[in-house]
């Protein structure tokens, strides 16, 4: 399971050495590199690690929304995950944005996969991916007007009082 | 002829005028329900006769929000919900969602666990691949070759409900192994399955597989190349096809796999005959698995120790012990703390990768849970395959990519 033919520290020290200054945080978690960077950044950087001829990420496995409610001025993120197939690495990148103005760039022009995963996004999330050919909803109708994966938004009635969210989850 | 003329009879076979005919390109609304797509896939293409000349796909008919419904449950709620994913392979889903867990919470698995699950998973991607095989012949006009391998998977239903009281929408095993070991009538129809099966399924693959309409039908009938394949993120047989050998129990073992000895077919060409065939082969392969891990089964546990706080106690201990009661009614209320820590966990579905991206705070749900459902990423490359091809192939290639619904929209 773990013989990857990269360490952890030869790849951050690989990515860091390029874009210098502008990885925010890094650690590992169960085995899988991640990265957070700043979201001008990550279109530059996957497109980077799809080429680059050592680290070659060339498979976009995921894309994903995340919605942290209490970090203000970077309420929304995105997750990438990458994984290198010949040398079995596997990469991930995340970039947050605020709520507010929340734009991240397209990658669709890399990866054409990333349409649809990007599109769901959008749909769950209200993450606007800027160069998309088609940003509209995809899973859910086309009228609605709120994004439903977003925190604020419970799965039950919020008026019930019987229902404590310390016994019965978020 | 002139005779025909004078007498004003048409010697047209329609009555349609020759501009009809000729003239206009058709837009064709192809589903979202309709009997040859087996699901409920939307697609509207612009046809010129029955060429298709584009098309787009409309989709999340079904989509039953399960990333939210799975932040406000505890994690061994979540596994009936996985069932509904890929329903024609349960087992898969719920056994990578339990593996995922056990990687966040650490638990350390018998290695007994480890074979029952391989060989529950490989029975699994037998049924499905069956399904996906036999339609494909269906859709070729080959309706016996279905009906045929369906008694074969109704066995392995069958082997499914000894196991868990289940047949379709499995929710098999456990967080942390299983809830019981295999019993006397699982292993008897384990054990005639892997005697009789053989035969049948090579009776079905001569029947299909050096068939000359079938090889015409499906040669060349919706390809795609490798290079396109992996940009659109396909895995799995559809990737196999095209000649790449991505397969996630190989890269990244999971659930013992590295202990068995067996290959990845790949295609040539990536067209529907060579996904038939991945499949077919494929099947064979998770025979030879099957008996690998059947005949060297070891002796031991059939779930983890060191997790009693996941783990259901027997229900004579929850009686008599205090631990195990308290245990119990934290596990059934959903009590139990959880790491907290960010877990991504791939098994090989069905279909392809099918991954697990698990955030935790901590809390006794999880914080977000997105599934990575290989059918969602690749059905975007569908327009692509069946331009310029005919409506008879849009179908076949449908069917051959084995795109399912419950997958699909989630």
Not at chain 2, 47 to 65: F, N, W
Not at chain 2, 200 to 206: M, Y
Not at chain 2, 292 to 298: G, R
Request: one cysteine or more; glycine letters at 8%; aromatic letters at 12%.
């Amino acid at each position: 399971m773990s013989d990857f033919t990269f360490s952890h520290e030869t790849v951050l020290e690989r990515i860091s050495k390029k874009f210098e200054g502008l990885i925010i945080k890094s650690d590992v978690s169960y085995n899988i590199l991640t990265i957070e960077v700043e979201s001008s950044i990550t279109h530059q950087l996957i497109k980077w690690l799809k080429d680059d001829s050592i680290l070659n990420l060339s498979f976009l496995t995921l894309i994903g929304g995340i919605h942290y409610p209490e970090n203000k001025g970077k309420e929304l993120g995105v997750v990438y995950h990458l994984h290198g197939l010949e040398s079995n690495y596997r990469l991930r990148i995340k970039t947050f944005v605020s709520i507010e103005n929340p734009n991240v760039d397209s990658i669709v022009d890399i990866y054409v996969g990333a349409n649809w995963m990007e599109r769901e996004t959008f749909d769950f999330f209200g993450i606007l991916f800027v160069g998309h050919p088609n940003l509209c909803r995809i899973l859910n109708e086309e009228n609605m007007d709120y994004f439903p994966m977003r925190k604020e938004y419970h799965l039950e009635d919020d008026t019930r009082e019987d229902k404590d969210d310390r016994y019965f989850g978020r | 002829m002139s005779d025909l003329k004078e007498n004003k009879i048409r010697t047209s076979h329609t009555s349609l005028s020759k501009e009809t005919i000729d003239g206009d390109i058709a837009t064709l609304n192809f589903g979202p329900t309709h009997p040859a797509t087996h699901g409920i896939f939307q697609n509207i293409m612009k046809v010129d006769g029955d060429k298709v000349l584009s098309s787009e796909q409309t989709v999340g008919y079904i989509h039953r929000a399960f990333e939210k419904l799975a932040e406000r449950r505890p994690y061994n709620q979540i596994t009936p919900i996985t069932d509904r994913l890929n329903y024609c392979s349960s087992p898969i889903n719920n056994m990578g969602w339990e593996m995922t867990v056990e990687k966040l919470i650490g638990a350390e698995i018998p290695k007994r666990v480890d074979y029952m699950r391989v060989i529950i998973m490989e029975l699994a991607r037998i049924a499905d691949h069956l399904v996906c095989n036999s339609v494909i012949g269906v859709d070729t006009g080959a309706l016996s070759g279905f009906m045929y391998v369906f008694q074969e998977r109704k066995k392995i239903y069958e082997m499914f409900e000894e196991v868990c009281g289940a047949r379709l929408t499995t929710n098999i095993g456990r967080i942390g192994g299983f809830e019981r070991d295999f019993s006397k009538g699982f292993h008897d129809k384990l054990k005639a399955f892997l005697a009789n099966f053989p035969k049948a399924f090579e009776e079905f693959d001569s029947l299909l597989s050096r068939n000359r309409i079938f090889i015409d039908r499906t040669r060349d009938t919706g390809p795609i190349n490798a290079n396109r394949a992996l940009e659109y993120g396909f895995t799995g047989p559809n990737l196999r096809a095209t000649g790449i050998d991505y397969d996630v129990r190989v890269m990244n073992p999971y659930s013992s796999y590295e202990d068995f000895d067996f290959i990845i077919p790949v295609g040539v060409n990536g067209d529907t005959y060579d996904r038939f065939m991945v499949r077919q082969e494929e099947i064979r392969q998770s025979i030879r698995i099957i008996k690998q891990a059947y005949n060297n089964l070891p002796e031991g546990k059939y779930f983890a120790q060191n997790i009693p706080e996941f783990y259901l106690p027997p229900k004579d201990d929850v009686y008599t012990k205090m631990e195990s009661l308290i245990y119990h009614f934290k596990i059934v209320m959903g009590e139990t703390p959880v790491p907290v820590g960010e877990v991504y966990h791939s098994v090989e579905g069905g279909n392809g990768e099918l991954g697990f991206h698990l955030v935790s705070d901590g809390g006794r749900t999880p914080y977000r849970l997105q599934f990575r459902r290989p059918c969602f990423i690749y059905y975007q490359g569908y327009p692509e395959m069946i331009t310029g091809q005919t409506i008879s192939e849009a179908v076949l290639t449908l069917s051959s990519l084995n795109v399912i619904a419950g997958e699909l929209d989630a």
